[in-house]
């Protein structure tokens, strides 16, 4: 009994010294570093510089599409811009940032002092960036990177690619173990670490929607894991899963890639919905309308994604009923996604709201997602799927979703918690340069995608027939506007984090509610060491 | 007054994207071309069209309503204006309601959807079965009524492509022989590919269908009216998937019997031709003007017109041990392929003529001077076994 009071008393003085004037300093800091706030600032700035990378292929992309005929790369180069573009905006750019904003903010709303499994949490992100240097690495092998597209189709991507294809593979393995790493992290704090009183029905939905998310990755990126050890055997180990020839099934491979793929979709967005139902009910000074409905829908939307998956696949060939089950299911999925923007405007409307540039983000993510939410309706009827199918139509529809959508609300996010984390207001009127640049040049970007789709221009070509050019130019003026308003963004952020700016309160915005609103400014080192009581 | 202006352009920018999008609207209802799906010149793709334009508008209602919501609470409810936050914060039947609406709204859209995918699934008797097959670049059609059958390659001159001839008015949309069909009549397609996955989609029939290696998909059409209709592969298959399109003409059934007749005439006598070559011996000069036309529209996809190939992806010609060494492995892959790559087998495509010629001009080509001189009944004592 003494001895363990003695433990206890050691623990406590070491922690003493440990105070928070004793941060690690210099590049250790950051290798070694066990604390949620530090992994989650690597990971913002890890996605931050992947998506100016992935952003700089899609630069290439659109340069080349900038006029009919080969001006600029090759059409075997230019393959693989779309797919490594595909691969690091999805595993490099949306994910790990999400995963950084949870870091961040989940231990803070929930009371927690840290993430559950910090060491653990390290590993997650530090072997990110041998993933992505190992995949950049395959761009400058001979015969070139991957050049399959990001959904790496066999036989392209098994017999009729290049051997870099090998490098592929371990990259894809070392990103989801990164996943399932940070997955299994946030499952476990958020199960045991929250604070007294922080029942279930009392998180913040950035926390739900994340929860969910992180089941989603513990179910699928496995079956992503085996889908590319399958191509790796049948590239160099003569095995035959997707080979007709040995008995396997080419088709096969879409299965099981979009059992994975559907549900990536929704790990993508509903950490996107969380964030959405933070920062509405701030600015709207009011609080958010149907939470517990929030909650159900977003567990639904969760269910029905792993029974949807084959809606990618409609023109594979499957039997008529299974093209039905699939096309009913996946328009079940616009009930509860309908029911999340109706409840976000229920939350605006009587509320007092004002316009602060998360809000700004967050308000044009509810309208353009909900135009890519309504195209990917049009999309699940079967029929009509048949003239839409891998055309550019379902190129403006992800990019509405997962830009307008997904990147909108990292921007949201980091607007709204970056005073939180440096202490200091951000340059405002910046930021609003960033944010109409980027509303109006995104839309210039992917609005007419819809029109060159419909109009029949196929997605993954390097040259195009005469009349999809006018559109192409703009579409391509609008992808070099919108990645550079990016840079300002860049800008906001640096200024932000080298102390530029006028102090914040604790609350930072007027109508903010949550335990991290209740912390310092900036937020301390460690936080939350003996748990708030939630009433 | 500074807060008032900037929610005033808010709610402004807004709306322009609203609007944005209505315009899209208005163009469809003029069937405006090239902003909106064709309506296609057969029963089935009217109603896809019909479906699609259904679809968009129920949309567009749909978001007329939520935005305009949104709108005008971000209009009335500024605190700015003096708006006072209420307190309400759920509503059962609110809730309940906008569960049931939509639902509702999805089984009116489900059922035309599912009446027009059942018949468009129903490949049962057809007038006519055509085999369309693809590999990497090309589509071979093949008629399972008669011995017709041919490949289809893109037409456009690579000197379009490359940006030193000006376009012509279906560039990358041409081919040199394309499928013909007859008006007024079910025909069936069966699709499969010698190599990855490719897909076969002519927009006017709204059918697409995927080529997959080892297995055949079915399709069928029934064109209403004559005319040319083009389309391109569209699933991504390699380095060329751009360059593959496809054109079918749809001539009337007399014209087209027609058609069918000189085809197979056409085929008869290459036949004969080919058997007349194989007793007679070709000149240097006319097999390497042969090869390299031959080589440039077949070869050259892959391994470079200076058959350099692509490192990694394609190998080299020039100075390659299989072209200076052994004559007749050499004919061998051309004509045979290689099990396991993406080299395929000629045999089937080109003449027995052209694959001497090709092998002629490979073997003395690009500082290859072999001096060899490959004769058609080389090539055919490699393909019988002799």
Redesign the interface.
């Known amino acids: 009994m003494t001895k363990a009071t003695d433990i206890v008393g050691a623990a406590d003085h070491g922690h003493d010294e440990h105070h928070e004037h004793h941060i690690p300093k210099g590049i250790t800091r950051w290798l070694f570093t066990t604390n949620h706030k530090d992994i989650g600032t690597l990971y913002l700035w890890f996605a931050f510089i992947m998506f100016l990378v992935g952003g700089a292929m899609a630069m290439v992309i659109r340069a080349e599409l900038f006029q ?4 600029i790369v090759d ?2 180069f230019f ?1 693989q811009m779309t797919t490594v573009h595909g691969l690091i905006m999805v595993f490099g750019a949306v994910m790990p940032a999400f995963t950084g904003l949870a870091n961040w903010l989940v231990p803070m709303m929930i009371g927690a002092p840290d993430m559950a499994l910090p060491r653990m949490n390290n590993w997650s992100f530090w072997i990110l960036p041998f993933a992505f240097l190992i995949l950049l690495s395959s761009l400058f ?4 990177g991957p ?3 990001w959904t790496f ?1 066999a ?2 991507s098994t ?2 690619s ?3 294809t090998g490098l592929f593979v371990f990259s894809v393995h070392i990103m989801g173990i990164s996943s399932i790493m940070g997955a299994i992290n946030v499952i476990v704090t958020i199960f045991n670490m929250r604070a007294p009183g922080m029942t279930w029905m009392k998180m913040p939905l950035f926390v739900w929607t994340w929860l969910i998310t992180a089941f989603l990755l513990i179910a699928v990126m496995p079956v992503l894991a085996g889908a590319v050890t399958m191509v790796l055997t049948d590239k160099f180990f003569g095995t035959s899963f997707f ?3 040995g008995g396997g ?3 096969m491979f879409q299965h099981i890639f979009w059992f994975f793929g559907h549900p990536e979709v929704y790990i993508m967005i509903l950490p996107a919905f969380g964030i959405i139902s933070q920062i509405i009910p701030t600015f ?10 929030m909650v159900y829908a977003t567990a639904s939307i969760a269910l029905l994604s792993f029974i949807v998956w084959a809606h990618h696949m409609f ?3 499957m039997p ?1 009923f299974a ?2 089950f699939f ?2 299911a996946t ?2 999925i ?2 509860p996604t ?2 999340k ?2 409840n976000w ?11 602060e540039v998360p809000m ?1 983000f967050a ?2 993510f ?3 997602f ?2 890519g939410g ?2 990917g ?2 999309l699940a ?4 799927d ?2 839409y ?3 550019y139509f379902v190129v403006a529809h992800f990019h509405y979703v997962l830009v307008t959508g997904a990147v909108f609300s990292i921007m949201a996010a980091v607007y709204y918690w970056l005073p939180k984390w440096t202490g200091r207001m951000f340059d405002t009127g910046l930021a609003k340069w960033h944010f ?1 640049c980027s ?1 109006v040049s995104v ?1 210039v970007l992917f ?1 007419p995608m ?2 060159v789709g ?3 221009m ?11 050019a006018d ?1 192409n130019k703009w579409i391509s003026i609008g992808g070099f506007a919108f990645g550079l308003s990016q840079l300002i963004f860049l800008v906001v952020v640096i200024k932000a984090c080298r102390k530029q700016g006028e102090k914040v309160s604790d609350q930072v915005w007027e109508g903010a509610d949550g335990l991290e609103w209740e912390i310092p400014s900036p937020a301390p080192y460690h936080t939350f060491e003996t748990p708030p009581v939630v009433k | 007054m500074k807060r008032l202006t900037s929610s005033v352009t808010v709610v402004l920018a807004m709306l322009a994207t609203s609007i944005f999008s209505s315009a899209f609207a208005v163009q469809t209802t003029e069937d405006g071309g090239a902003l909106n799906l064709r309506r296609g010149v057969t029963d089935i793709s009217g109603q896809v069209y019909d479906l699609h334009m259904l679809m968009f508008s129920i949309c567009v209602v749909i978001a007329v309503v939520v935005f305009g919501a949104m709108f005008i609470s971000m209009y009335l409810h500024r605190k700015s204006r003096g708006a006072k936050p209420a307190n309400f914060h759920e509503n059962v039947k609110v809730e309940i309601a906008w569960t049931v609406v939509p639902f509702l709204i999805l089984i009116f859209m489900a059922v035309p959807a599912a009446k027009t995918l059942i018949a468009m699934e129903d490949t049962t008797q057809p007038d006519l079965t055509v085999q369309v097959t693809g590999s990497q670049w090309k589509w071979h059609y093949k008629y399972m009524d008669s011995d017709v059958e041919y490949y289809s390659l893109l037409a456009t001159q690579q000197e379009q492509i490359a940006n030193k001839f000006s376009k012509g008015e279906n560039y990358l949309l041409e081919v040199d022989r394309p499928l013909v069909i007859p008006t007024g009549k079910k025909v069936r397609f069966l699709i499969t590919s010698d190599d990855v996955i490719h897909s076969w989609w002519v927009p006017d029939f709204a059918v697409k269908k995927d080529a997959n290696p080892g297995f055949i998909n079915e399709a069928w059409t029934k064109v209403n009216e004559p005319g040319v209709y083009r389309g391109q592969c569209a699933e991504l298959c390699g380095k060329d998937h751009g360059f593959m399109p496809i054109v079918v003409i749809a001539k009337e059934p007399a014209e087209y019997d027609a058609w069918m007749a000189e085809q197979e005439d056409i085929q008869r006598r290459a036949k004969e031709e080919e058997q007349r070559l194989l007793a007679m011996n070709m000149s240097m000069e006319e097999m390497m003007r042969e090869g390299e036309r031959v080589y440039n529209a077949t070869c050259a996809a892959c391994h470079m017109p200076s058959g350099e190939g692509l490192p990694g992806v394609f190998p080299a010609l020039k100075g390659s041990p299989m072209v200076l060494q052994d004559i007749n492995a050499h004919i061998d892959i051309v004509y045979n392929g290689k099990a396991g790559t993406a080299m395929q087998a000629f045999g089937k495509m080109l003449s027995l003529k052209d694959i001497a010629a090709v092998v002629t001009y490979e073997r003395n080509a690009w500082g290859n001077n072999t001096g060899d001189l490959v004769q058609p009944k080389d090539v055919n004592a490699v393909a019988t076994g002799n």
């Open positions: 009919p005929g080969l001006q059409p075997n393959n092998m001979e015969g070139g050049a399959f597209g189709y036989p392209l017999t009729y290049s051997d870099s080979d007709a020839a099934d080419p088709v709207s000074r009011k609080k958010l309308f149907g939470y517990a409905s023109t594979t060939g008529v093209e039905m096309m009913f328009m079940l616009s009930v309908g029911v923007v109706f405007v229920a939350t605006m409307w009587r509320g007092s709201m004002s316009f700004l308000i044009a509810i309208v353009l909900t135009i309504l195209s309706l049009m009827i079967t029929p009509v048949f003239q199918h891998d055309t109409w509303l839309n609005f819809h029109f419909l109009a029949g196929p997605r993954r070509i390097p040259d195009y027939s005469l009349q999809f559109f």
